[in-house]
């Protein structure tokens, strides 16, 4: 069960680059740099990756089996081995994908992440979408009973916090209406 | 002006550029307007048809003075059939340049005869070629034309004979066409038709107005839109009307072409009197011009009126939501003005028997009339108000009307100006039927034919050719003579056998030798014994036997049997042919019988049970149009009644939609439609037939006639109120069951 | 103990398939949310749950009737003694008082007026609109309108509450007034409600949602 919190700042949460780049390999093995070209062009709009950042996250994968070597592509480049995908890594993406995040304002990012993979892995957006509306129903329904017994204070900091909420919610739904647009979009 | 004129040209543009529901209204508003404006240019037509009447009338009046010997000699004579007269005169040329009558190619000769349409008509048929060609044995060489005649379905003939003799009486003929003095109409007939054009024209100008006003919340949203755009409200108005203009415009040329497509049929109407030749009906220009300018005027006007307490605003119509209370006072006015004027003419004009004071009258009747539109709403509005409704249909309607009860008191108040007319109509029908009916009866049952020769008769022919017609049982003789008082009064002397006595009523005691005096109808004795006449003709005295008896069997006067009339010498004699009832058209034969002699003189005259039958053929025919232009009207309103009632349930079709969702069931939303239709019509058909018997009464009384009641025609009239209303409700059902279904309830 | 029933509801509108394959169960006194985009099939699957459309195919069963076997009047008797309904806007009869508007379902079951009228009054009170009784609909606020429109659906008593987007026309402080007192009321007289609605926060006051979503419901309720 989720515990509601009263958010008054703007949290960043915290992107998980791993499963990105896990979701991104299951299209096919890539060396790290199409990993980091691909990862920009899609979720990095405003903060691209550092190449080092792409290879140490590789390597915590390689090291827990979630990807593996797959080969080293011939050419003149400074690094051309290339990753795959494991079996491990997948059963790890579907989890990941099927877990709500918590909800809290400001999402988005892995929101549409986690959309924008479940797409080109050729899984149900709209799954991704339902899970998230009922966690996030959850805790507005929480908010919405402390509401109903608090005073004005409680109510002014629960609308808060509900609207916020609201406002993912429709996000979610926009999204949604617009997954077959989207899905020919990142699989052009 | 540029810009009114171009705001009602917008107004044109936005009335008829539109939706197919746009085209809808228009036509509707075109037909309402239009069936108004051909009644308008019918009534507009009667001068015209009148004058041309008498114009041919006067052509027909021979100039019976002149210099010289007389180039032509006619008789005019009526032969009855059945119960019509086929009118028409007897010729004889004189000389080659004999005048010839208007409508025939020249003066027939000698067993030749010319005759009109509808008569020759009549002789074709097998009754008329049985019955009527015996006494036309000439040769027929030709037709009357227009010109010769009054009507399409006259019965006219110029017959020539040889044995005409110029005569004391003046059957000399110098020329054709003269216009007589006087020959109005009959007060009572005119009445009727001053009645029966109000009723007429009234609801036309109220359904001018109520068809201006159909579909108007559509009309209103589309003015919001203007609104919108930033037109001003007087500017809104202006467009309004122009859209009230296009309606008037579209009822003109509807109406034209309803005059001109109806107008061909005129002459295959089968009372004579009603029917007119299709040339002759062409409304005047003056009141063409009238019509034509009038209504769309008043079109703009009634759109004005009913804009005034409508504001226009740019996000919607706001009507000023608070009802206002209708004042009664002034809406009382006509009413009791209307019956002042009738009850002060009570009894006047069956007075004096030429034009009386008929202004007062026909005032009156307007007033009362024109006191039911105005009266209605707020009569409605009253009724509706004290209702509370028991059961939620009946509340659902009663509360509907309580917001807004005007465009439904209006609609049903041009309704009850034609159900009031048609009331009073009836009841004057009524009442002149039951007199003529009440007559004819009474000289139906004794069913003798009556005959008057002519003084230089072959008398004693007369009498053996009407003795061997079949169906005749008996004749009697009846000799007359005429004598003055000395205070003036003029007697009839009737002298009779017994026998003959008794077939003009039951004389008791006869035996020859009495004398009877008949009085008058209102009970003034006619003669009494001992006074001294003196006789016309002989100028002799004579004095009135001391033994008189009075009974009522027949005319008012002195009526003597051969005994008691010594010393008095006849100077006419009449037959009177007892028939038998069972062979049919006695009559008929009988007077075909007497052909024995010359034409022109022999008179009869009998009403019989064919007579009777045609007189009731004649009333039902005027019954039946009567009924069909109420009818007529009545659908006209219902239409009307109709638009409003789906106007409303599309305007509620949310409410309706919800209201069936949770259950409320279909009957009730549809009985309280019904509650709502019927309610307003229920008041408007009470209320106009008391008005219509009311102001029948009051006319009838005015002419001191009897008053008679014409039960059935006012219960057909309330079934077809009752039946429209039903049909109105019936034909709302499947718009309400459209808008009561569950997609109803999807939002827009 | 589940009180409504629906399996395999589908519908179609001419071409457009509204509902293909629905299904949802309602229990007695819970607050059920049904959500979904516009056009989902939403407010067709409450049309057809409520009796108020027959489906193509499927079934419906309140207790143990199967109201897709009723005729049209019996289903009409069900509404109108049974469920309540709650729409958008434009429910109530422009030309009665909000009190009318309230007595109506009960003087159609045969209520006498006056006792009709009695009830009307009290519920008009627990919604806090009793000052406008006296008036027609047209002359309240959306909100006071409103929540005549939920008085008049529980003055029945009713077993399930329909409501269609009750909050759909008005601002979101009324809105939320709307649905505080008619979820409040419902639980109190033990009605159920189902609850149609794009909005989370209306949503919120529900106990469990089902998501519509072409014409498909989704049992979503999976993290409990």
């Known amino acids: 069960m989720n515990t509601p919190g009263v958010y008054m700042m703007c949290i960043v949460a915290p992107m998980s680059i791993g499963h990105a780049l896990l979701g991104l390999l299951e299209g096919g093995p890539r060396h790290g740099y199409d990993l980091k070209r691909a990862y920009d062009e899609r979720f990095g709009q405003d903060r691209p990756l550092h190449y080092g950042q792409v290879y140490s996250t590789l390597s915590r994968l390689l090291k827990n089996g979630f990807v593996t070597d797959a080969g080293v592509e011939a050419g003149d480049g400074p690094e051309r081995k290339r990753y795959a995908i494991t079996d491990a890594g997948v059963t790890d993406v579907e989890r990941w994908l099927s877990t709500p995040e918590k909800p809290e304002p400001y999402l988005q990012n892995t929101l549409y992440a986690k959309v924008v993979l479940a797409l080109l892995s050729g899984r149900s957006a709209a799954d991704v979408l339902d899970t998230q509306r009922s966690a996030h129903l959850d805790t507005m329904r929480e908010l919405t009973r402390r509401k109903s017994d608090g005073d004005l204070a409680d109510q002014l900091i629960c609308d808060f916090a509900l609207f916020h909420l609201e406002a993912d919610l429709r996000w979610l739904e926009l999204t949604a209406a617009r997954i077959d647009q989207l899905a020919v979009e990142v699989n052009r | ?748 | ?224």
């Open chain 3, 1 to 224: 103990m589940t009180l409504l029933r629906a399996e395999g509801l589908s519908k179609s509108f001419g071409k457009t398939q509204a509902l293909d394959g629905a299904g949802i169960s309602i229990r007695a006194g819970e607050v059920v949310a049904v959500m979904g985009p516009s056009g989902s099939g939403k407010s067709t699957l409450l049309h057809c749950i409520a009796g108020i459309l027959p489906p193509d195919s499927g079934t419906v069963h309140y207790r143990d009737q199967d109201l897709t076997a009723m005729n049209d009047s019996t289903r009409s008797e069900l509404r109108r003694t049974e469920f309540g309904f709650v729409f958008q806007f434009g429910q109530l009869v422009p030309e009665l008082t909000c009190l009318e508007n309230v007595a109506l379902p009960l003087r159609l079951s045969g209520m006498k007026r006056k006792d009709a009228e009695r009830a009307a009054t009290d519920w008009l009170a627990r919604l806090e609109v009793e000052d406008v009784a006296g008036q027609r609909p047209g002359e309240t606020s959306g909100g006071q309108g409103q929540r005549v429109a939920v008085a008049r659906a529980l003055v029945t008593a009713p077993k399930v509450i329909f409501a269609d987007e009750p909050t759909g026309a008005l601002d979101s402080l009324n809105g939320e007034r709307v649905m505080h007192l008619l979820t409040t009321a419902a639980r109190e007289t033990g009605a159920a409600v189902v609850l149609v609605t794009h909005e989370a926060r209306v949503a919120a006051y529900s106990d469990r949602e089902v998501v519509v979503r072409d014409g498909r419901s989704r049992d979503v309720e999976f993290a409990r």
């Open chain 2, 1 to 748: 002006m540029n810009r009114v004129i171009g705001d009602l040209v917008l107004g044109v543009r936005l009335a008829v550029g539109g939706s197919r529901k746009s085209w809808t209204r228009l036509a509707l508003q075109g037909l309402g307007i239009g069936l108004g404006v051909a009644v308008l240019l019918f009534a507009a037509s009667l001068p015209s048809v009148l004058d041309a009447r008498q114009d041919r009338h006067n052509a027909r009046n021979a100039v019976s003075e002149g210099t010289g010997p007389a180039p032509l000699l006619a008789e005019s004579q009526s032969h009855p059939f059945r119960s019509e007269y086929v009118r028409g005169t007897y010729l004889r040329a004189m000389s080659p340049d004999a005048p010839v009558p208007q409508g025939i190619a020249k003066v027939p000769g000698d067993g030749e005869v010319f005759v009109s349409p509808a008569l020759a008509d009549l002789l074709a048929t097998p009754a008329g070629t049985e019955l009527l060609k015996p006494r036309f044995p000439q040769k027929v060489v030709g037709t009357i034309s227009q010109a010769g005649l009054l009507n399409p379905r006259e019965l006219l003939f110029f017959a020539g004979d040889a044995r005409i003799q110029p005569n004391e009486h003046g059957n000399t003929v110098y020329g054709w066409g003269i216009a007589h003095e006087g020959g109005g109409m009959d007060p009572l007939l005119w009445l009727l038709s001053i009645v029966g054009i109000v009723v007429l024209l009234f609801p036309v100008l109220v359904f001018v107005g109520v068809a201006t006003r159909l579909a108007a919340a559509q009309r209103d949203r589309r003015l919001a839109a203007l609104r919108l755009v930033g037109a001003s409200a007087s500017r809104v108005r202006l467009i309004a009307s122009g859209e009230a203009l296009a309606g008037a415009l579209a009822g003109l040329v509807v109406g034209f072409g309803l005059f001109y497509a109806v107008r061909p049929s005129l002459d295959r109407i089968s009372i004579s009197e009603l029917s007119a030749f299709p040339s002759d009906v062409m409304p005047t220009t003056a009141l063409t011009l009238t019509v034509v300018v009038a209504v769309p005027v008043l079109a703009v006007v009634t759109s004005l009126v009913a804009m005034r307490r409508t504001i226009i605003e740019p996000l919607g119509v706001v009507r000023d939501q608070k009802p206002v209370r209708r004042r009664v006072w002034w809406r009382l006015v006509p009413v009791v003005a209307g019956i002042a004027l009738l009850v002060s003419q009570a009894g006047k004009i069956g007075e004096t028997d030429g034009r009386p004071n008929q202004w007062p009258v026909v005032l009156g009747i307007v007033l009362l009339m024109l006191g039911i539109p105005v009266l209605l709403p707020w009569l409605v509005e009253r009724v509706v108000f004290l209702m509370r409704g028991r059961t939620p249909a009946l509340q659902l309607a009663v509360r509907r009307l309580q917001l807004d009860s005007g465009t439904a008191a209006r609609v049903v108040g041009g309704v009850a100006v034609v159900l009031a007319g048609t009331v009073t109509l009836q009841m004057l029908l009524a009442g002149v039927e039951q007199e003529v009916r009440a007559d004819e009866k009474k000289q139906a049952n004794f069913n003798y034919l009556t005959i008057n020769p002519g003084t230089d008769s072959d008398v004693n022919a007369i009498a053996a050719a009407l003795k061997s017609s079949k169906g005749v049982t008996v004749v009697h003789r009846i000799d007359q003579a005429f004598g003055t008082l000395d205070s003036g009064g003029h007697i009839a002397i009737n002298i009779a056998s017994c026998e003959a006595l008794a077939a003009q009523g039951p004389v008791p005691n006869c035996t020859d030798g009495k004398a009877y005096v008949v009085p008058y109808g209102d009970g003034q004795p006619t003669a009494q014994a001992g006074d001294v006449l003196t006789l016309r003709h002989s100028g002799e005295k004579w004095t009135v036997p001391s033994s008189l008896e009075t009974t009522q069997a027949t005319f008012p006067g002195l009526v003597l049997t051969p005994a008691a009339a010594k010393g008095l010498v006849a100077f006419n004699s009449q037959y009177i042919a007892k028939l038998d009832p069972s062979v049919p058209d006695a009559a008929e034969h009988a007077r075909n019988a007497l052909t024995v002699a010359r034409p022109w003189q022999v008179f009869t005259y009998f009403v019989g049970q064919d007579d009777t039958a045609e007189a009731e053929r004649v009333f039902g025919v005027i019954r039946r149009a009567l009924l069909a232009g109420t009818l007529l009207t009545l659908l006209v309103a219902a239409a009307s009644l109709l638009v409003v009632a789906l106007e409303q349930v599309r305007e509620r079709r949310r409410p309706l939609a919800v209201l069936a969702a949770s259950g409320v069931p279909r009957g009730t939303l549809a009985r309280s439609l019904l509650w709502q239709n019927a309610l307003p019509l229920a008041i408007s058909t009470v209320v106009s037939l008391a008005t219509g018997i009311g102001l029948g009464v009051l006319v009838m009384r005015v002419f001191g006639a009897e008053v008679a009641y014409d039960w059935a025609g006012l219960g057909l009239i309330t079934a077809i109120v009752v039946g429209l209303t039903f049909a109105v409700t019936a034909l709302t059902l499947p718009s309400l069951r459209r808008a009561t279904g569950a997609l109803g309830l999807r939002t827009e």
